[in-house]
């Protein structure tokens, strides 16, 4: 008890020291408010917290607990979420995104729409545009985090956005100068796309992972087969930016991945293969656009058996209790939603889930303020009008989303995006 009113002292000196940059300060309310009345999931896997209350002060979260037990501040505001639940704002950590400053402006705005405060960038950033976008506190938007360009070997007829490398000299260059950039992960591809080009040779990874360690720089792979998954592991990858994908994983592969404790798997599911009711999303874009992504989504029997072996091989590494996150590739901004649904289906439990797309995903991104609701953490949350706990879809039903403890302007947004101002 001593520990926390201490820990408490320190931080109303530190905010009180002025230690937030103008710019933060300018963004947020000026007092507190306090939230009450709602369900409350933290994101660390706890039972959630009924008929909650919640303090958020300067864009954190100052004191959490039930309603009535929790101190307001002297002339705090009141927001009543009485039937609402309140969730981590969804981390969505692996996306592929825009490399000029306005469209990626434009991009961290839709996530943070679809309640996703943060995400990162897995290595096709090219050029130095979006790295001081990291830095930045933007209105309305998700946090961003960026991988630089990724290593992989010579693909032609695909993306030159990576470094295609041929020669350890190489690739240990090509980690110097991502290191010199300070990306927040070094990526790597092994994958030899369907026997069409050559792939990342295990010297080669090897030397990247090896380079990347030495410059303090945690790793990420993207594999396809168990034998490089395996392969990587032994070599010392930190992470993985999909899960095996030719065959079901081995006890082997199991050992592997438990012998290093801070291992996580974002398992990166592909389409499910089944015709999904987009009906959620109508109302964030113009009609045209809608009827377009509507169109996108059918049954098909091919995807559907290639997604059974990774959801067989999530519900395993979820059972043996391996740490996993989400990510959901590409840019599609609202595509957590449906990943989530996706590992829902393979054997975690809708709380798994949500552990997975907080917590796991924020230690993944190395967020260390966000992806749980705890005192000291950025106030970045999601109302929703129905619990997700019963119902994964129910990430769909947003009511609000806070960042940074302001509001995000979603009928502004939104307003903006569907009367055809943007060409998004
Ligand atoms: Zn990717």
Request: aromatic share 6%; proline share 5%.
């Amino acid at each position: 008890m001593r520990c926390v009113s201490r820990k408490i002292f320190s931080i109303s000196v530190f905010l009180a020291a002025g230690y937030l940059t103008p710019v933060t300060k300018a963004q947020q309310p000026a007092s507190a408010t306090v939230f009450e009345g709602a369900r409350l999931i933290t994101g660390d896997g706890s039972a959630p917290v009924a008929d909650s209350a919640f303090v958020v002060e300067n864009g954190r979260f100052t004191a959490i607990g039930r309603k009535g037990q929790v101190k307001a501040p002297a002339g705090a505001a009141h927001v009543d979420l009485t039937g609402k639940t309140v969730m981590p704002a969804i981390i969505d950590a692996h996306k592929h995104l825009a490399v000029t400053r306005d469209a990626l402006v434009d991009q961290l705005q839709h996530f943070a729409y679809y309640g996703i405060g943060a995400t990162m960038s897995l290595g096709q950033d090219t050029g130095d545009e979006v790295y001081p976008v990291r830095a930045e506190t933007i209105p309305n938007a998700a946090r961003y985090r960026t991988a630089g360009r990724g290593m992989t070997g010579p693909e032609p007829g695909r993306s030159q956005a990576p470094f295609w490398v041929t020669s350890e000299a190489e690739v240990r260059k090509d980690v110097d100068e991502m290191a010199a950039k300070k990306v927040d992960i070094i990526k790597f591809w092994v994958d030899d796309r369907d026997h069409t080009v050559t792939k990342l040779s295990p010297e080669l990874y090897r030397a990247g992972i090896d380079e990347a360690h030495k410059k303090g720089l945690r790793t990420i792979a993207h594999i396809f087969t168990l034998e490089d998954a395996k392969g990587v592991l032994r070599a010392g990858i930190d992470n993985f930016a999909h899960s095996v994908r030719d065959k079901d994983v081995d006890d082997e592969y199991i050992k592997l991945v438990k012998a290093k404790p801070n291992f996580i798997v974002d398992p990166n599911l592909p389409d499910r293969g089944v015709k999904a009711d987009r009906s959620w999303l109508r109302d964030s874009m113009p009609a045209a656009e809608f009827q377009k992504v509507q169109a996108d989504t059918k049954d098909d029997p091919k995807a559907q058996q290639f997604f059974g072996i990774q959801c067989r091989n999530l519900g395993r590494l979820n059972k043996e209790g391996i740490k996993i996150s989400l990510g959901s590739d590409g840019p599609i901004p609202w595509a957590a939603h449906e990943e989530m649904a996706d590992m829902a289906g393979c054997g975690m439990t809708p709380a798994q889930v949500i552990v997975a797309a907080t917590r796991n995903a924020a230690e993944l991104m190395k967020l260390t303020d966000a992806g749980t609701i705890a005192v000291r953490k950025s106030a970045d949350f999601v109302v929703l009008d129905a619990n997700p706990l019963d119902d994964i879809t129910n990430t769909r039903r947003i009511s609000s989303v806070y960042l940074r403890g302001s509001q995000v302007d979603r009928a502004g947004l939104r307003a903006r995006w569907t009367s055809g101002r943007t060409s998004r």
